[in-house]
């Protein structure tokens, strides 16, 4: 669990790096940085995403490795200042070493993840550590991407394109999914199992949409229809679970995630028939420019900040007793108790 200090760590990282990275969405608009929208894109992800996920699966399932991923919170800013630096002069040999720190930190965090799915005791655990597995994942193909490696074939903007999937479809969303279920948890099992369904095919179908990228072009349309059909419906559950919250900031940013996917997804599942029949309805840099954007910033990075208003305040005892008990009563923690039916009202009061 967090203690206060982490907690302002992490905001002020994320706070830090969403200027930082608006300084340079601004030169790349002047014509100063050498950079396009898939590039911006990415950015994004290790300045601002990143960080607050890294925070918000913490507070769902703690890592495994506690010591290995505090260490990578705290080089996070050092690992995304490089990764600027690496698309900045280009790729090369020179761009993949400055990347080499990010796929450093990722790989740290990835580990422990992998160590966490051992032991995890419920499919929020689980798929939180899948979240972890998938920001290695992203780590990884970002160093080729620096490196100008064409990996199994694949050449840019693809392999490009593959490390922003896995930064926000990868780990942005399954965390989100995984911050529902554990908000699941304490309801009855009937209502747990259609989160547990829908937040692990939100966390493993992007494990298929990549493989049908590299091995069949079949499994890539099937894997990204069903990996839409998946998101719209956690979009519904998450908006009628949003009306549970106690924070109203929590709410307005969870119901604006929701009504961005909905688009994001819509487009995604088009680009996945159109590319299968080889009709070009939505073009590579048509995708980066809406549903790339539609995503990561209108799903992701407002489904993240919903759950940490919402879960850390619960995660944490509240000092007053009163709030405690309200938080409790509305996880479903705790059931009132009914009055007994007495015919007279003074017994009871007595």
Known sequence: ????????????????GALLWALVAVLAGARRAPLGVIELLLLFAPLVVVPAGLELA????????????NTARMF????????????WIGPG????????????????????????????KT??????????????????????????ARAIGIQEPVVLLTAVHFHYAGFGAALIAAAGAQFAQPRSGVERRPWQIVS?????????????????????????????????VLAAMLWQQSARFLRRTARVFIRMACLFIIVGMGLAAAYAVGDYRDQSWLTVPAMASTHGWINGLGFVMPGLLGWLVELDRRSRPSADPE???????????????????????EFHDL
């Open 200 to 232: 692990l095919a939100a966390a493993l179908l992007p494990f298929a949409v990549a493989l049908g990228f590299i091995l069949w072009p079949l499994l890539k349309v099937v894997a990204a229809t069903l990996f839409a059909i998946s998101i719209m």
């Open 323 to 345: 709030q405690q008990l309200q938080s409790r009563l509305a996880l479903g923690e705790l059931r009132a108790a009914p009055a007994p039916n007495f015919v007279s009202r």
């Open 93 to 120: 040999r020179t761009s993949g070493l400055l990347a080499v720190p990010w796929a450093a930190l990722t790989g740290m965090v990835a580990l422990s993840g992998v160590m966490g799915l051992r032991s995890s």
């Open 58 to 69: 913490q507070i769902v399932s703690p890592g495994r490795w506690p010591v290995v991923e």
């Open 123 to 148: 499919v929020a655990a689980f798929v939180s550590n899948l979240a972890r597995l998938d920001l290695g994942i992203a780590g990884g193909w970002l160093l080729l991407s620096r490196l100008g």
């Open 76 to 87: 996070q800013p050092l690992a995304a200042g490089s990764v600027i630096a690496a698309f």
């Open 1 to 16: 669990m967090f203690c206060a200090g982490e907690e302002r760590w992490a905001s002020f990282v994320s706070f830090a």
